[in-house]
């Protein structure tokens, strides 16, 4: 199978520090995907490098090729379009101060749809994908903000949804949700890897086991091992890896 | 079994402990009462700035809804419905149209408006309108040409009951006419205090300058025999009494508040009024009360009389009239425009250019040394005088680029005045939209513009709707920066380039030209509850927003 993500010898530098040493892995389609590793070991700045989130960062820099579909996003590849396709959610939820309706048709509204209808069903849509469509139908232009914390994730979910995405990135997204939410959260996941190629941050080992399907561990900023997830767990070839795993250190 | 093992260093280290810990027993105290005297010390500069917050808006509220003023007139202050004027036989009623804001009214006054002079309201009552007098044609010729004679009194009370500004005089036996007509009547001062002018020279740099009712009322009842206990020169008090019957000597048993056998034992009666004036003028120390219009032709001289008039001060039609005579006359409702016109042109010029820069300074700028001077140089002008804005305005807009003295001038001139104060406060306003939002957006494709602009500045419109009322606030309240830029006319403004006089410059030319504090406190109230609802709209406007 082609891979979605194809990522070459990639280094990344926050200005003089490297936070990313020559990793290399391929990401496959409709697949959930689980970074793991202690942290600061460079897990959340690759999932930032996927959708260029990291230009936001002051002295960033990039050296090496991040192939999405066969395109080098660091390429020529429209940072706009980039963003559309590959969708990002963040590890505290962060609707907008606005209402759940426009939080939903924000997406599609700046990417030109501006026909009542159609935003109306892509709202709809996106929002029973999110699996919480029955929740809240009834008060869409309530404020978004006063939804609870695991109904707000879900929200931001929808609104990844509702630009249509190909790939979508999480960056430990129930860290800030309690166990309820969190469930629900990994069933939606589990839901959504059907339509969609999904990359997760966690630092939670329960969680990675259970919804992934490969795993990679990250350790100081080099990729120390990929694979499949119940390899990683159960077998591991590197010993850092076991000990992470096992919880010796991290 | 202890767990810590200590070393046994030296038994007077844990006596050393032990010392310690008791002081720290006293220290515990020592910070008890500390803490009870900074509570007192905080709740008490609390209470003291509530106390004199309070304070300076109640005098000005209680100064803007009620006159309160002490007079020094040739009056007294007490009035008759019925009295005998010169112009028919016995006694007369004045009677105005109930259009016109009178309460009272002093002889004097009564005649210069029934001479025509002046043919305004305005001075006597601040209500512009014609003086439209009308008199029983007995009494034609006496008076000026603005003088309407009617056959009968009937014939007054109809023509006074349909025109604003009309006054009449009745004889009083046809006080029924008046009836259900809008028709007010209104009692007329007469009696002022005569003296003989022994009383008045100046001993021992001591001269009688006024009393007041409490006096008067002790001369008439005996209790006050020297002048000096009135401030007066040591002098003993002779009261004359007016021919028993009289309008005078009525007026002066009902001001004494005890029958006739009661008045001082001193007092000198007399028969005729003849008597009467000669009286005064040739005892010494000698006191009367006498009707005004009869003091110059019996060469009686006057003291002054000193009251305290209160009354309802602002009113409804203050706000509706328009002002006349720099602010003597009418209301202040060209003012109010002009304040708004005002306001909304400073809004309209300051808010773009405020966020605009802020949201350069806060999003787009390096933040470099050229950002950090920036900011210095914001919050320096915001710290500047406003009378330096305004000479600046004054050179610069008036002057050099030939705009003239007049709305748009003054207005430029409050913009960059107040700019500062929008720049600051948006820019803390933009500073404290989570970052999570501008990352949420960017991540969903959106650009940098449509991310500041559809979440970044809703999101903090909360905050700089805080700053640009805070500087609306600034400005409804700047009298100095206006001075030299926006002029001091009250019509209101036509065009851009027209002079405006304001509520803050009105207040200021009242005071100044010493027009009248009633109207200056009127005006500061409607100043306050302006800055009072622009501060509730835009806390409802705040609460409204997610």
């Known amino acids: 199978m082609r891979s979605k993500l194809s990522i070459k010898e990639l280094d990344f530098y926050y200005g003089d520090f490297k936070a990313l040493h020559k990793v290399s892995m391929e990401i496959e389609p409709n697949k959930v995907t689980a970074l793991i590793g202690p942290s600061g070991c460079g897990k959340s700045t690759l999932l930032k490098t996927l959708n260029r989130m990291n230009d936001l960062v002051a002295g960033s820099v990039v050296d090496g090729t991040v192939l999405y579909d066969g395109d080098d996003i660091y390429g020529k590849y429209d940072i706009i379009q980039l963003r559309k396709k590959i969708g990002m959610v963040f590890q505290s939820p962060n609707p907008f101060a606005m209402s759940i309706y426009d939080n939903i048709a924000y997406g599609p509204r700046i990417h030109g749809i501006k026909n009542k ?3 109306d069903r892509i709202v709809e849509k996106s929002l029973r994908q999110a699996a919480i469509w029955e929740e809240i139908k009834n008060r869409l232009k309530g404020p978004a903000l006063g939804l609870s914390g695991g109904q707000q994730q879900r929200l931001c979910i929808a609104r990844v949804l509702a630009v249509e995405p190909d790939v979508i990135l999480m960056d430990e997204p129930t860290s800030a949700l309690d166990p309820v939410s969190t469930s629900r959260i990994e069933d939606l996941i589990d839901e959504l890897k059907k339509e969609y190629t999904i990359i997760i941050v966690t630092h939670n080992m329960q969680q990675a086991g259970r919804i992934s399907d490969s795993t990679a561990f990250f350790l100081n900023g080099y990729l120390e091992e990929m694979g499949a997830t119940e390899k990683i767990f159960f077998n591991p070839d590197s010993k850092k890896t076991e000990d992470y795993i096992s919880g010796k250190f991290g | 079994m202890s767990i810590i093992n200590l070393p046994a260093i030296d038994s007077s280290i844990d006596r050393l402990v032990e010392i310690e810990r008791q002081k720290s027993n006293t220290n515990y105290e020592k910070a008890k009462r500390r803490n009870l005297a900074a509570n007192v010390l905080l709740w008490g500069s609390a209470a003291l700035t509530l106390g004199i917050l309070l304070y300076i808006l109640g005098f000005i509220l209680y100064r803007g809804f009620r006159s309160d003023n002490i007079i020094e007139s040739d009056f007294i202050d007490s009035s008759g419905i019925s009295v005998p004027l010169d112009w028919h036989d016995g006694d007369s009623v004045l009677i105005v149209n109930d259009k016109t804001r009178l309460k009272e009214i002093n002889l004097r006054d009564l005649e210069s408006l029934l001479n025509g002079k002046p043919d305004n309201w305005g001075n006597i009552n601040s209500q512009d309108l014609d003086v439209l007098p009308y008199m029983l044609s007995s009494a034609k010729g006496e008076f000026g040409k603005n003088t309407t004679y009617r056959e009968s009194p009937s014939e007054i009370v109809s023509s006074v009951a349909s025109q604003p500004g009309a006054l009449g005089l009745i004889p009083a036996s046809f006080l029924s006419l008046t009836e259900n007509k809008d028709i007010n009547i209104i009692p007329v001062k007469m009696l002022s205090v005569g003296v003989n002018p022994s009383v008045l020279e100046i001993e021992n740099n001591i001269k009688l300058r006024y009393i007041d009712r409490k006096i008067l009322r002790k001369i008439l009842r005996g209790e006050l025999t020297n002048w000096q206990e009135a401030a007066g020169r040591d002098m003993p008090v002779r009261l004359v009494l007016p021919p028993p019957g009289s309008f005078e000597w009525d007026a002066l048993i009902e001001i004494a508040g005890v029958s006739s056998e009661e008045l001082a034992q001193s007092a000198v009666g007399t028969s005729s009024f003849d008597e009467f004036y000669s009286k005064i003028n040739s005892t010494p120390g000698a006191f009367g009360m006498i009707r005004n219009d ?25 706000l509706f009239e328009e002002p006349k005579r720099a602010g003597r006359v009418g209301g202040i409702s060209t003012i109010v425009l002009n304040t708004i016109y005002m306001v909304l042109l400073t809004v309209l010029f300051s808010t773009p250019i405020g966020i605009g820069a802020a949201v350069y300074l806060t999003e787009y700028a390096k933040q470099g040394t050229l950002v950090k001077m920036l900011r210095l140089g914001t919050e320096t002008l915001a710290g500047i005088p406003s009378i330096i804005f305004g000479l600046f305005g004054f050179i610069v807009f008036v002057g050099a680029m030939h705009m003239g003295i007049g709305l748009l001038s003054g207005t430029l001139t409050l913009t960059l005045m107040i700019l500062p104060t ?32 559809k979440v970044v500045l809703p999101a903090a419109a909360p905050g700089i709707l805080t700053g640009v009322i805070l500087a609306i606030g600034r400005a409804v309240g700047e009298t100095a920066a206006l001075l030299f830029t926006m002029g001091f006319d009250y019509r209101a403004v036509k065009n851009l380039s027209t002079s405006a006089r304001v509520l803050s410059t009105h ?15 009127a005006t500061a109230t409607i100043l306050i509850f302006i800055v009072l609802f622009v501060n509730l709209v835009s806390t409802r406007l705040i609460k409204r927003k997610y």
């Open chain 2, 422 to 453: 929008i720049i600051r406060t948006s820019e803390e306003a933009i500073k404290g939209v989570p970052r999570s939002f501008s990352a949420g957006s960017l991540a969903l494709g959106a650009g940098k513009w449509q991310t500041i602009y």
């Open chain 2, 507 to 521: 207040l200021y030319q009242l005071v100044k030209e010493g027009i009248s504090f009633d109207r200056a406190f």
């Open chain 1, 117 to 119: 209808k159609v935003l």
């Open chain 2, 294 to 318: 009869r003091a110059e032709e019996n060469n009686i001289k006057l003291l002054s009389y000193r009251y305290r008039q209160t009354g309802a001060n602002l009113q409804w039609w203050f």
